[in-house]
């Protein structure tokens, strides 16, 4: 399991995300001729703590998670939904594949904001936050 699978899962895992993007949450970009709305998760940065004894089991990913829509309004409203699944949130993922593996999770919003590209869909807008991820793992490795 990776934090950014586990991502996905627990977002899609709401009732009203699902419903508003179906299984639409990509990795890193969104594909071409996608329906819209659709969710982009994409891992900014990775901070992994260590100690004077050497590295910890405890990592903070920074993920954006970009809401894609045909509006202002919808994107809005798509992003208030992570907004409202993640910012906050503690608590364990499990790992579907392997129910043995779980990982303890803590997620912060860092920033938000608005944006529009006329290159998607002949112009589509894009709510976009950053959120910190700490996590524990057992072996120290993602």
């Known amino acids: ?17 699902a419903a508003m993007v179906g299984g639409r949450a990509y990795p ?19 901070t992994r703590v260590a ?7 405890l990592a903070r990913p920074r993920y954006q998670v ?17 907004r409202q699944r993640l910012n906050g949130f503690a608590g364990t ?6 129910p043995t593996t779980s990982v303890s999770v803590k997620i912060l919003i ?9 290159d998607i869909s002949g112009g589509s807008c894009r709510h976009s ?5 700490w996590h524990s793992t057992a072996d120290g490795a993602v």
């Open 1 to 17: 399991m990776t934090i950014g699978a586990a991502l996905r899962a627990h977002l899609l895992g709401d009732v009203q995300t």
């Open 28 to 46: 890193l970009r969104l594909p071409q001729k996608t329906a819209l709305p659709a969710i982009v998760l994409t891992r900014i940065s990775e």
């Open 51 to 57: 100690h004077l004894r050497g590295a910890d089991a």
């Open 66 to 82: 970009d809401c894609w829509a045909a509006t202002h309004d919808a994107a809005t409203q798509l992003g208030a939904l992570c």
């Open 93 to 98: 993922w499990t790992d579907t594949d392997s």
């Open 110 to 118: 860092d920033g938000e904001q608005d944006l529009f590209d006329a």
């Open 129 to 133: 936050a950053d959120y910190l991820i």
